[in-house]
Structure formats: C-alpha cells, structure tokens
C-alpha cells in the first residue's frame, strides 16, 4: 500500500474510533465517518469493502492495539498494585476530561449496542477485553497466581463501570474516587475467592453442626 493511501486508510480508522467513542455503534455510519474524516465515500469502500462493520471490526483492533499498550505501560512496572490502579484510574479520568467527558471506551461503547444484526462485532469486543485482560492479569506479581485473571476482570470492570458514570456526571469524580477505593481494597489483599467463600460457608455449617450436637 502507497504512503498516501495508507494515511488515508487510518485517517479513515481514527475517524471512526472517535464516532465511537462519542456516540457508539449507531453514531458510527458511514456519512459521519466520510463527514469526520473527509474521505470521499469511495476511499471508505475502497479500503473496506465489506462496509461499516468491516471498519469498525478494524478500528476496534487498533483500539485493542493503543489501549492495551496504555495498559501495558502501567502494569508492566515496578510499583505495587495499589499504585498502579491509581495511576491508571487517574489516566483514564484526565483522557476523559479532557474531551469535555463526551467520549469514553470505544470497546464497551459498541458492546452496548450490538444487536441481531451486528452479532459478528462480539466476538471482537470479546476479544479486546479478554486482552486487556491479559494485560493486566501479567502485571499482579503481587496477586497470587490463581486469582491473577479475577482481580484482573475485576479492576477492568470497574474501571469501566466507573468510566460511564463519569461520563454520566460530567465528572472525573466517579473514577477517582472509585480507583481510591478499589487501590485500597487492593492493598488489604485480593477478595476471597469463590471456592475460599464456599470453604467458609462449609466449616460454618460443620461447626453449627457440632455445637448442636454437643
């Protein structure tokens, strides 16, 4: 591919990324996409012929690619784990500030919208969370190596449930106060879990059983 065709190609991907960062899957047709990136329309299907979905299954992949680098670069360090979740509740709270909390995660933006007929982009979402995941999960030398990929799925959930509320207030708020909590807990030990939960849930029945029968 030429130089100039390959800066148009992911002129037309950043375009894209931004529609869905915005407004989802549904904001993300291919008008808008043409309107933001100023591509002629034939550039769009000339790089994608496979249409809107074929973009976004790209522009999801480089969002993959970008946003778990970000992740790479705070887990893959040396500071414990409590620091590494404020730093990266901290990060996501200025990058969302400083788009007026009008675009959030581009991933979870699409995943809220897939439907019947956009079925084939799940397995893509799945796919960068599942990543992001990884990511992280690699950076809890800390956690114990059995729980590494649930603390993992855990911090990634809050931080996204925790990136819409901000959005949903207009505040960075939601995410600082949120990693705060979360570094906090961390720094207390990992929650227990499900199989430490249902051995204290057995030996507090094999106890209440022998106090009955004393």
Known sequence: ?????????A???AATLDLLRAAGLAGAGINNIV????????????????GKHELVTAALRQAEGAVGEGFRTIFSGDAALPQKVLALFQATAERIEA?????GCPVAAVTLDI??????LRPISDAAFATWRQI????LSDVPAAERNKVAQWILA????ALILARAQTSADPLLETGELLALTLS????????GRDTRKRDSTRRSRERARS
């Open 136 to 139: 992280i999960a690699s950076g």
């Open 99 to 103: 788009t007026g909390f009008t675009k």
């Open 11 to 13: 002129k037309i991907i």
């Open 158 to 161: 809050t931080l996204e449930g």
């Open 188 to 195: 207390r030990g990992s929650p227990p879990s499900r199989n």
């Open 35 to 50: 309107a933001v990136s100023g591509a002629p329309k034939g550039s769009v299907y000339h790089f994608f012929p496979g």
């Open 115 to 120: 439907d019947d007929a956009s079925e084939d």
């Open 1 to 9: 591919m030429a130089r100039g065709e390959s800066a148009s190609k």
